[in-house]
């Protein structure tokens, strides 16, 4: 069912203004690591990479996230010089050809360098937990900034009990917390955007009440990110078919999700569901005064 989409202001990323008032933005994903679950080690230089990166804008994404550490389940740590390494030159080089720039870290030297570099975002999946230092490098640059719900660390966040009473509301509970604290440490309401985190710490009962859900999250006035592309829960729903081949349920995943009041989709395949949003984004205007 359409829901009436909740409007946030504009948000500033670096030299870059986005705006909600439209259509559905796409964060286009450039993973730049040897271990991400569906494309790590796809672009193996900074070259490929960027040339990537530059394929991705074209077929319509909105901005670029651009990621040196792996936080999928079972990730291990690596040091923060490795990090900055694969991070760093990328990000220079898609921002100097004037691409809005996302760095997806929860280290504070790899953010400050990325923002550095021309970056206008950060994409933390800890919502500035991780490393305390976050804090102030989102608040001295003015970096827009991405929180996002995670239970546990990327290693460990699929083990052990992942039960909630109401996942929707303890999500929109914590991250409307969130955004209190930083405000209150010297943030900007204006600087945030919110991510359940579908699959960071949660089942696929849960991924599929996040994505069914997501009016409440709208709720709070900032920008709702969702990030489906290509994880296991859509394998699991469509009868276990690999990374690969689950773009058909990313598109659906995005669409219901837009439907329900997402204001950003964050995916690998940005052809394709830029494609499903013209469409889904047309349908909202045409049904929802």
């Not at 870059?16 to 259509?23: A, C, G, M, Q």
């Not at 969130?178 to 309401?189: A, D, I, M, S």
Request: with cysteine; charged share 20%; proline share 5%.
């Amino acid at each position: 069912m359409l829901v009436a989409r909740t409007i946030p202001p504009p948000i500033r990323a670096g030299q870059h203004v986005l705006h909600f008032e439209n259509r559905t933005l796409v964060l286009g994903v450039l993973n730049v690591t040897p271990d991400s679950f569906s494309d790590g080690g796809r672009y193996a230089s900074a070259a490929d990479a960027v040339a990537a990166g530059v394929r991705l804008w074209e077929e319509g994404a909105d901005i670029l996230d651009v990621g040196g550490e792996s936080t999928r389940p079972g990730a291990e740590e690596i040091p923060e010089t490795v990090e900055l390494q694969r991070v760093v030159p990328v990000v220079e080089a898609l921002a100097g050809r004037g691409i809005p720039v996302s760095v997806d870290t929860r280290h504070a030297p790899v953010a400050a360098a990325a923002l550095k570099a021309g970056a206008g975002l950060i994409n933390d999946v800890t919502a500035l937990t991780h490393d305390p230092a976050m804090v102030d490098v989102a608040g001295s640059s003015g970096a827009a900034v991405i929180l996002m719900h995670m239970r546990g660390a990327p290693r460990s966040m699929q083990q052990g009990s992942l039960h909630y009473d109401d996942v929707v509301e303890e999500v929109t509970t914590y991250l409307e917390g969130r955004v209190e604290r930083l405000v209150g440490q010297g943030l900007t309401r204006e600087q945030l955007l919110i991510d359940p985190g579908m699959g960071f710490g949660k089942g696929v009962a849960d991924n599929v009440e996040l994505m069914t859900g997501m009016e409440r999250l709208t709720r709070s006035g900032r920008a709702v990110v969702w990030g489906p592309s290509r994880k296991s829960t859509l394998g699991h729903l469509l009868g276990g078919v690999p990374p690969a081949a689950r773009l058909m349920g990313t598109v659906a995943s995005c669409v219901v999700a837009v439907a329900g009041g997402a204001h950003v989709v964050r995916v690998h395949d940005v052809a394709a569901v830029r494609q499903a949003l013209a469409v889904a984004d047309a349908g909202r205007g045409a049904f929802i005064a």
